[in-house]
C-alpha cells in the first residue's frame, strides 16, 4: 500500500516545482474523493490538544444557549472536525479551506459550520480582526519556509480586540536538519511571530507538538 505521506509530499513537490505552495491541497483531497488516495491527517474526531484545551479552559460542549455567541474561525478546516468541535463549544464558528473538494466534503456533514473556500496567503478582507477564537491546527507548517511568514502573519490579523489564537503544529528545534516535508515542523521562533501584536498566553511542548495560546489585548 502506498504511503500516504509520500503521496501527498509527491503532490506538495509537484505545486512547488510550479511555484504554486497551496494547489496540491485540491488535488489530494480530489483524489482522496474518488477513492485514489488517503488524507494523510485525516483524523475522524477533533485534534486532542485542541479538545484538552478546550477542557483546561472549563469550556464543555453546547454552551450555545448565549444571547450573542462568540465568532470563532478555523484555518484550514480540510474535513471539518476540529471546526465541528469548535461549534459544539458554543461558537458562531467559519471554517475554510483552499480546497474546494474539502470544503464540500465538510459542509455535507455539518449544519452548524459555515464553511468556505479561502486562501490563507490571501484571506477575505473582512476577516481582519473579526474573530473572538482562531484556531490553526497544522495548516502553517504544510507550507514550506517561503510563503509562511505571510502565513502567520494573516492567521495572527484575524483575531478580534480581546479575542483568542490557539495553535497547534509538528515542533522541531532551531538545530535539527531540514525536514523533507510536506509538514514542515515549526520552531521556536515561528511559534514566536504568531504573536505579532498580541500577548502570550502559554507555549506548551506536549509530544513533539507546539501548542500555543495567545490574546490580542482588548481595545
Known amino acids: 500500500m502506498t504511503d500516504p505521506d ?33 488524507v494523510p491527517w485525516d483524523r475522524g474526531a477533533a485534534h486532542p490538544l485542541i479538545v484538552e484545551w478546550a477542557q483546561g479552559r472549563g469550556r464543555p460542549q453546547q454552551q450555545e444557549q448565549a444571547q450573542q455567541r462568540e465568532r470563532a474561525l478555523v484555518v484550514g ?10 461549534a459544539g463549544l458554543g461558537f458562531e464558528t467559519t471554517a475554510f479551506d483552499i480546497s474546494p473538494t ?7 456533514r455539518s449544519e452548524r459550520v459555515r464553511f468556505r473556500t479561502a486562501d490563507l496567503l ?35 490579523g484575524f483575531v478580534a480586540p480581546g479575542g483568542t489564537l490557539l495553535v497547534v503544529a509538528f515542533a522541531q528545534d532551531e538545530h535539527d536538519e531540514p525536514f523533507e516535508g510536506p509538514p514542515w515542523p ?23 507538538r507546539w501548542r500555543a495560546e495567545f490574546r490580542r489585548p482588548a481595545a
Open 6 to 38: 509520500e503521496v501527498s509530499r509527491q503532490l506538495a513537490a509537484e505545486s512547488l516545482a510550479v511555484d504554486d505552495p497551496t494547489g496540491w491541497f485540491e488535488r489530494l483531497y480530489s483524489a482522496a474523493d474518488a477513492g485514489a488516495a488517503v
Open 77 to 86: 478546516a480540510g474535513l471539518g472536525f476540529d471546526a465541528e468541535y469548535i
Open 102 to 108: 474539502a470544503v464540500r466534503r465538510a459542509q455535507e
Open 122 to 156: 490571501d484571506p477575505p478582507a473582512e476577516w481582519h480582526g473579526a474573530f473572538d477564537l482562531v484556531v490553526e491546527s497544522l495548516t502553517v507548517q504544510s507550507m514550506p519556509v517561503g510563503p509562511r511568514k505571510a502565513a502567520i502573519h494573516n492567521v495572527a
Open 186 to 208: 515549526l520552531t521556536r521562533a515561528d511559534i514566536a511571530a504568531f504573536g505579532e501584536g498580541l500577548e502570550t498566553v502559554a507555549v506548551e511542548r506536549v509530544e513533539g
